[in-house]
């Protein structure tokens, strides 16, 4: 067993699954981060990955083209994030609560919906299968012996995420929006009194948040799975909002903390497989080092502010 | 000069405000949930009938209701202490579960009389359940960490502890699913009403209750946590030791949840056979947000839903609506209420007309 173990295969495919699995965590976190930037600790990403998962995998039955699955499932994220923004902006309601009851209700709708649209037995997951995203094969590098056996491959999604981590940091800390986006989450009052419009900026945060969201939850039911159950998402879009607060919503370290998530979740699937451990305890891995880190950070975080006003 | 009768009703609108508004969100996430069934169901007429009559039909459906009661009850109490503190602490979801496989160990591994041996059964879980609500409070007092997403997280963890308690403890071998053994008859609690499983365990919620409501009303601790959860900084101010109210109250919080877990798999199951989180934390939720925090308004609260969700249940067995749909109607109601600005605007016309009023005889 041990011998299998540090044989090069197996490094490889658990590399490989490290990128895999840390592909949705980065979209989450990058929607977190959007939210924190914009000064709400955005709970329901959870909700957002799902619903837009849910959307993308209908549509793929109704219309089998994937890019008409994926645009639906943007529109379906950025429809739920608006509902959040009328919530908290225009009704004023307690942040924690709605998040946690939008997640709640999306999960009931996730089972009712595909229930209500193709029968089957009820409260079981969706039986008709979704339309995935092909593996891309990189040229040139898939033919590098062990480099293109980890980096090569993987969904569109993946490699994707290099252009929204680069976006996503582009707009928060690059155009004037992001700084507005900034100032409005770090004093909505004194960032109002300069004549920023807070509200169209959140608004506007709240819409990108659900777009990123979405591709994350396109990931999960058409290329992670090939069909849609109403609890794929598995606390993926709170890990997000942790990887977000872990990073302070700084997009790239967000990514290799995402990484170091990703390879925690990896190690579960992998030591699965090779040793005959309990599956159950590996599987409390990623959620008991997301308590560790947020811990930790939080930790730090206040006592760098002590030290900054002990000067 | 105005009409008597609509000043009288404009007084009670605004004394009773709360209430109307919780009475909107209702009636906008009923009308919501009308419009699905309507868009999706055959027999509309039949969906009604078996949600809004359908647990009174017999007496085995009436007690269902009151079974579910226990449950939601003591979910809705843990919830609300918990957050009557403003901590919003959702692991008694996993408390919940984890005080069902832990019971369950406890009821196949020790041996005791009747009587004794439930009672001993509550209090162990009691105090895992306190003392596994502790660690996000404390996590959050001590480092500052959100409460909410560690909470959260707790939940996976609990879910896949219960878990691994099923498969790889309790779980009997030569059962087809995944069980543990049926539970001797020492620690389960007596189904006392004939045709129902309603069982010993609503006199443990309805201690509860009562217990919780003294405690509340009438005693030091109660009084200081009430305080902190209005105005913490007035608390400190008094003297009151904040961080030690609040961990007290997340103790408690949990030792219900615990309870409540240990008293649903001695009641209704007699074995352990749950391999995933049952959601009645989030039902609590719900109880405690309704019952604003108050233990016999959450006791109404409590036993209201479990109306509700015995209609739904006979909704998924007798027509084509799934059960789920309950779901979404219950965090509406819960999102709506939770819109502090919902018909705000009402309140304020009504309040600034009364106040030009009295203004106004003021001047004569």
């Known amino acids: 067993m041990f011998k299998e173990v540090i044989t090069g295969a197996f490094v490889i495919s658990f590399l490989y699954s490290v990128i895999r699995m840390a592909t949705p965590l980065i979209y989450a976190s990058m929607g977190a981060i959007i939210s924190k930037q914009a000064g709400t600790n955005n709970l329901a990403i959870e909700a957002t990955m799902l619903i837009s998962s849910m959307v993308g995998c209908i549509t793929s039955v109704y219309i089998p083209n994937i890019l008409v699955a994926v645009l639906a499932a943007i529109v379906a994220g950025i429809l739920l994030s608006l509902f959040l923004a009328f919530m908290f902006l225009k009704l004023e309601a307690n942040c924690t609560m709605t998040c946690i009851s939008l997640n709640t209700m999306t999960t009931g709708l996730a089972m009712f919906i595909p229930f209500a649209l193709f029968g089957g037995s009820k409260g079981s997951s969706m039986g008709k299968a979704s339309l995935t995203f092909p593996s891309v094969q990189i040229p040139l590098i898939k033919d590098i012996p062990v480099l293109g056996n980890i980096v090569s491959g993987h969904c569109i999604l993946t490699y994707l995420t290099i252009v929204v981590t680069f976006l996503v940091w582009f707009i928060i800390f690059r155009t004037s929006f992001g700084l507005r986006m900034r100032a409005a989450g770090e004093n909505p009052d004194s960032a109002m009194s300069v004549g920023i419009d807070v509200y169209g900026v959140k608004l506007k945060s709240f819409i990108l948040t659900g777009i990123v969201c979405s591709l994350g939850g396109c990931f999960m039911s058409m290329y992670y799975l090939s069909w849609f159950t109403a609890g794929m998402v598995a606390g993926r879009g709170f890990i997000g909002v942790s990887i977000s607060n872990l990073t302070g919503g700084k997009p790239f370290m967000a990514v290799l903390v995402a990484l170091v998530f990703g390879a925690i979740d990896a190690m579960a699937l992998t030591f699965q497989s090779a040793f005959n451990f309990p599956a159950e305890i590996l599987q409390m891995m990623p959620y008991i080092a997301t308590i560790i880190g947020v811990t930790l950070v939080s930790h730090l975080e206040v006592k760098r502010k002590q030290k900054l006003l002990a000067k | ?364």
């Open chain 2, 1 to 364: 000069m105005c009409d008597p009768l609509k000043e009288k009703m404009r007084r009670i609108f605004i004394y009773n405000f709360e209430a109307f508004r919780i009475l909107v969100a209702i009636t906008i996430a009923f009308s919501v949930i009308a419009v699905l069934v309507l868009l999706t169901s055959d027999d509309a007429g039949a969906v009604s009938y078996w949600f809004i009559l359908g647990p009174l039909t017999s007496m085995r459906r009436l007690g269902g209701v009151l079974e579910l009661s226990i449950p939601f009850i003591l979910c809705g109490l843990s919830v609300s202490m918990m957050f009557q503190v403003n901590k919003f602490n959702l692991c008694s979801d996993g408390i919940f579960y984890i005080g069902m496989a832990f019971a369950s160990v406890f009821a196949l591994k020790l041996d005791l009389p009747p009587v004794l041996f439930p009672i001993v059964i509550i209090v162990l879980c009691a105090v895992i359940g306190g003392l596994t609500a502790l660690i996000p409070a404390s996590l959050n007092l001590k480092f500052n960490a959100s409460v909410v997403v560690c909470a959260l997280m707790l939940n996976y963890v609990l879910q896949y502890l219960g878990r691994y308690i099923l498969l790889y403890k309790v779980k009997d071998p030569a059962l087809t699913y995944n069980g543990s053994a049926i539970f001797p008859k020492a620690a389960t609690l007596t189904h006392f009403v004939p045709k129902t499983r309603i069982h010993t365990g609503i006199f443990v919620a309805i201690a509860a209750v009562l217990i919780i409501y003294w405690v509340l009303r009438s005693t030091k601790l109660g009084f200081a946590i009430r305080i902190t959860g209005k105005n913490e900084d007035f608390a400190k101010a008094s003297g009151i030791n904040v961080a030690l109210t609040v961990l007290v109250s997340q103790f408690i919080g949990g030792a219900l949840a615990g309870i409540g877990g240990a008293v649903e798999v001695m009641g209704i199951y007699q074995q352990f056979r749950i391999d995933t989180l049952l959601g009645y934390g989030f039902d609590g939720l719900l109880i405690a947000v309704i019952g604003k925090n108050d233990p016999l308004r959450v006791t109404v609260a409590a036993v209201a839903l479990a109306y509700l969700r015995q209609g739904a249940a006979l909704v998924n067995s007798y027509t084509d609506i799934p059960l789920e749909l309950v779901q979404v109607l219950q965090s509406m109601i819960v999102i709506f209420v939770a819109a502090e600005q919902l018909m705000a605007g009402l309140k304020h016309k009504m309040i600034v007309e009364e106040s030009e009023k009295a203004g106004g005889v003021q001047h004569v």
